[in-house]
Structures are given as structure tokens and as C-alpha cells.
Nanobody, 123 residues
Framework: QVQLVEFGGGLVQAGGSLRLSCAAS????????MGWFRQAPGKEREFVAA?????????DYEDSVKGRFTISRDNAKNTVYLQMNSLKPEDTAVYYC???????????????WGQGTQVTVSS
């Protein structure tokens, strides 16, 4: 069982940066693939980024965030991060982190989800 709590959302101007954090409970965090998703008002939830377990050797990003967002993990702190740079108004959404007990899940299955954190980008 894994519990996830996101931090770091807020209001930022276009072109600014935010770093989201997702703290996980449990002592086997490094055995979980992690992902970030987002959901804007009136839209379906969409994949943002993913990272493989352990060293996080494998990562992937949704096309619209490539080159602007970076996913990383610190297993000693049981935390996964999403560094978001050059933010755009269209990045406004509730951001969720997710975990799955597998090497890498990409835009696939995740069994555990956080409660979400709001990111608002003003123009």
C-alpha cells in the first residue's frame, strides 16, 4: 500500500516555474514506477510524465511538455518531483502523481493516486 501527497502547486505567471513534489509513504518507494498526470476543467485526465523505479533510468513526457518539464525522483526522501519551466496558461490543471508496483508504467496502469494539487498559470 502506498499513499501519495502532492505539494507545490500555486499561481504563477506565464513563463514562470514551479516544482511539484509528491511524497510517498512506505519503505519500498524505489520499487514503484511513478507518473504525473493532469486534468483541466472540462477535460479528461492526461498523461504528463513518467519515471521508472529505482534509479529512474527511463523517463517519458507528453509532447507538449517536452523540453519544459523534468521528472525526477529521490528514493532516500520517498519523493518524486516535476520541475515545470516556461509555464503556459494551457498548463493550468490539477496535477496528480501516481504509483505502480512495476519497473515502468509510462501512460499505462497506476494503482495509487494522490489527491492532486492545483497549478494555475496566468497570461
Amino acid at each position: 500500500q502506498v499513499q501519495l501527497v502532492e505539494f507545490g502547486g500555486g499561481l504563477v505567471q506565464a513563463g514562470g516555474s514551479l516544482r511539484l513534489s509528491c511524497a510517498a509513504s512506505g519503505r519500498t518507494f524505489n520499487n514503484y514506477a511513478m507518473g504525473w498526470f493532469r486534468q483541466a476543467p472540462g477535460k479528461e485526465r492526461e498523461f504528463v510524465a513518467a519515471i521508472s523505479w529505482s534509479s529512474g533510468r527511463t523517463t517519458d513526457y507528453e509532447d507538449s511538455v517536452k523540453g519544459r518539464f523534468t521528472i525526477s525522483r529521490d528514493n532516500a526522501k520517498n519523493t518524486v518531483y516535476l520541475q515545470m519551466n516556461s509555464l503556459k496558461p494551457e498548463d493550468t490543471a490539477v496535477y496528480y502523481c501516481a504509483a505502480h508496483h512495476t519497473y515502468y508504467s509510462g501512460n499505462g496502469r497506476y494503482d495509487y493516486w494522490g489527491q492532486g494539487t492545483q497549478v494555475t498559470v496566468s497570461s
